[in-house]
């Protein structure tokens, strides 16, 4: 009976299976060995004894223990390499008839700055700036506005300024600073006449000559010469720059001419009269390049700085305990007549038994209050001695006051003032003081009260007493260590 045809295909299909040959049989790769591991510690770890399921509990614990602690030795650490170093070569020391070698200078062939510079006769890049240039570079900062001017060339006017002595005399690095940023420079042409009643004028190119023979001072009234030689140029000239400079700028002191880094003008902005004018007026020799500082920026900057420090007084007023419920209008009464002032350590502000001649508020530091009291000391069995002490009973910190009840009533102090640490008080002088209006003094009699008045003598002898107790206390146990120690 013949088969189908489907089973008869399959049937065919597995023969031919059958008699293929299977396929010939592949090498397994080999294993790279590992750089980082050592195999032959590792073979000892995994032959360990004790790790068998066969062995008691306690010999398996220990055994992993064991296993455990060798672990990490199967990993090889890496070697660090330190990097290299390079001896240092000695110098070789220049053999007699032989000329020691100069340092090469950078090879500037290709640099046409360079070449351009060397063509006009000036510099190279790698000397030092001479004055003169220096004097240039500041000549052309003041051509620009200020406000157009950037921060190191503020800072540059500024160092320059400070060069100048009659301006560091009269006036404050600070406010330099400040003024430095709206300085400006102004060209004059030969024969005309610079008044100098708006502002300070300082030389920096050519010369003139004054109508007087004495200008006022910068800021004060005092008269003085205005012609001078500068005693310095910090950080802009060398030592033999100064010494040229010294021998052009010298002139004798009878020849009124004004030259380079001489000053004139004023300050102060004040109703000025026509021989005023003249006072402060010069005229040209030659064409000159003047600097000049504005007195009306001075006059602001002033302003500024009071409306500043009256604030800040006022503020230390207000928060004073005896003034904290004063009104606006009488603290500032008080501020009008405010002085700063400073005291060393241990300086002794006011001594007990003696009135104050001022009213104090501190502002920052301490004063330590000390009460006067007198003491018996035993010399001999049936002998004493009176001994007068100071005891420390308080303090007076920052924002207290002190001495209104004492200027106002001419009361002694009964108490002794000195000061901890550095202090700096605003004071207001007796002289003053009597000159507010009776309100105002009546105010202040009504809300201060005496310094440390609620103190009596009873308090401070217990205060000494116990410190005096406490102190041979504390001498009894030391006394008790050492004997028992030497025991």
């Given amino acids: 009976m013949p088969l189908p045809s489907l089973p008869a295909a399959i049937l065919s299909h597995m023969i031919a299976i059958n008699n293929v040959p299977p396929p010939p049989l592949h090498s397994l790769p080999k294993l790279k060995m590992s ?17 068998q399921s066969s062995q008691s509990s306690y010999s398996i614990l220990s055994a992993h223990n064991m296993f455990i602690k060798q672990y990490p030795k199967i990993f090889l650490k ?134 007087t023979k004495a200008y006022k001072d910068l800021i004060d009234e005092n008269e003085s010469t205005s012609s001078f030689i500068p005693q310095s140029f910090q950080g802009f000239v060398s030592n033999e720059d100064f010494k040229n400079i010294l021998a052009e700028m010298h002139t004798p002191s009878c020849d009124p001419m004004l030259r380079q880094w001489s000053t004139f003008g004023t300050l102060e902005v004040t109703a000025q009269t026509e021989s005023d004018t003249k006072e402060y007026s010069v005229i040209t020799e030659e064409d000159c390049e003047i600097l000049k500082i504005p007195a009306k920026d001075y006059v602001r900057l002033k302003s500024e700085n009071i409306k500043l420090e009256n604030k800040e007084k006022m503020k230390l007023i207000h928060k004073c305990p005896y003034y904290e419920e004063w009104p606006t209008l009488s603290i500032c009464e008080l501020v009008a007549l405010i002085k700063w002032k400073k005291f060393p350590p241990g300086y002794v502000i006011v001594e007990s038994g003696k009135i104050i001649s001022f009213v104090a508020y501190i502002n920052s530091g301490y004063c330590n209050i000390y009460r006067n009291i007198v003491g018996l000391m035993k010399l001999q069995p049936k ?35 000195v000061t901890g640490k550095e202090v700096e008080m605003a004071i207001i002088e007796d002289k003053d003081l009597f000159e507010l209006d009776p309100v105002t003094k009546q105010l202040m009699l009504h809300t201060a009260k005496p310094t440390f008045g609620h103190l009596k003598d009873e308090d401070v002898k217990n205060v000494y007493l116990e410190r005096e107790q406490k102190k041979e206390w504390k001498n009894f146990k030391v006394k008790l260590v050492v004997i028992a120690g030497l025991f």
């Fill in 383 to 417: 002998k004493v001695k009176k001994n007068q002490k100071l005891v420390c009973m308080g303090k007076l910190n920052e924002k207290e006051s002190f001495g209104e009840i004492s200027v106002l009533l001419q009361v002694p102090f009964t108490c002794t003032i």
């Fill in 78 to 211: 890496k070697k660090t390499r330190l990097p290299k170093l390079f001896k240092q070569e000695e110098k070789r020391e220049p053999t007699e008839g032989t000329e020691e070698l100069q340092p090469q200078q950078p090879d500037d062939s290709h640099n046409i700055a360079i070449h351009v510079k060397k063509a006009r006769g000036g510099p190279t890049l790698y000397e030092p700036k001479k004055f003169e240039e220096k004097l240039v570079e500041f000549l052309d900062i003041l051509k620009k506005l200020p406000i157009y001017r950037t921060l190191r060339e503020h800072r540059t006017v500024w160092k320059m300024l400070k060069t100048i002595p009659d301006l560091t005399s009269q006036l404050t690095d600070e406010h330099l600073k400040t003024l430095s940023r709206s300085v400006i420079s102004e060209t004059w042409v030969k024969g005309s006449t610079v008044v100098g009643n708006d502002g300070f004028y300082i030389i920096l190119k050519g010369s003139a000559r004054p109508q």
């Fill in 35 to 51: 750089k980082y591991i050592d195999y032959g510690q590792l073979n000892a770890l995994c032959h360990m004894r004790g790790l």
